[in-house]
C-alpha cells in the first residue's frame, strides 16, 4: 500500500527517516528538473538539489499540513532557484561560454565536440542537430528573467496547471499567466529559426 505524501509528511515530522526519504524519491527527478532547467550547468543543479531538500528536511517540522506537500517543496525549490539567480548577478566573472553552455559535458569541458562514440552512429547527423537545438532552446531559457523561466519551466517541463504554479509562487493567477504569455513570445523569437 502506497501512503499519502501527507501520512509520510506525518511520519517524517515524528523522525521516520525511512518516510522523508520515500517523500525524496517522490520528487527527486521533478526538483533535479527543474534545478537542471534554471541553471543548465549539472553541477550547479545537483547543489541546488541538496540544498532544497536539506531546506524541506530542516523546516518539515514547521510544516503545517496547511498545503500539500508538493507546493511546499515547489515553493523551497523555486526561491532557491531565485537565490541562485541572485548570487549568480552578484558574481559577475563568469564567462559567457559558461553562463550560455550546453547540458552535454563535452561542451562544458570546452571540446564543442561529439563523444567518439556517437560520431560513429549512422544518425551522428541528427544527434548533433538535436544536440544544438537543445542549447539552442537552453541559451533561450537563460534569456528570460528568473520569474519567466520558473514559470515556464513548471507550466512546460513540470506540467503544473496555472493554478498550482500561483500556490507554488504565492502569487495571483494572473501574474503567472504574464509571466507565462511573456516568456513564450520571448521563447518564440529566441528560437524563431529553429522551429520555422
Request: glycine residues 6%.
Amino acid at each position: 500500500m502506497t501512503l499519502e505524501d501527507k501520512e509520510l509528511v506525518i511520519r517524517a515530522q515524528k523522525g521516520e527517516m525511512v518516510a522523508f526519504e520515500e517523500l525524496i524519491c517522490r520528487y527527486d527527478r521533478r526538483i533535479l528538473g527543474i534545478a537542471l532547467k534554471f541553471t543548465n550547468d549539472m553541477d550547479q543543479a545537483q547543489d541546488l538539489y541538496q540544498e532544497i531538500f536539506l531546506k524541506a528536511h530542516n523546516g518539515l517540522k514547521r510544516f503545517k499540513l496547511e498545503s500539500q506537500f508538493s507546493t511546499w517543496l515547489y515553493r523551497i525549490a523555486t526561491n532557491a532557484c531565485l537565490t541562485h539567480v541572485s548570487s549568480q548577478t552578484r558574481k559577475r566573472e563568469i564567462s559567457i561560454d559558461r553562463r550560455f553552455g550546453t547540458l552535454s559535458e563535452d561542451a562544458e569541458a570546452g571540446t564543442g565536440r561529439l563523444p567518439d562514440a556517437l560520431v560513429s552512429q549512422p544518425d551522428s547527423d541528427r544527434l548533433a542537430e538535436s544536440a544544438e537545438i537543445g542549447a539552442q532552446i537552453a541559451r533561450a531559457l537563460k534569456r528570460l528573467s528568473p520569474q519567466q523561466r520558473l514559470v515556464f519551466v513548471l507550466r512546460h517541463y513540470d506540467g503544473h496547471k496555472l493554478k498550482e504554479i500561483a500556490s507554488i509562487l504565492k502569487c495571483a493567477e494572473g501574474t503567472v499567466k504574464k509571466h507565462l504569455f511573456t516568456a513564450t513570445l520571448r521563447m518564440r523569437k529566441e528560437l524563431r529559426g529553429v522551429y520555422y
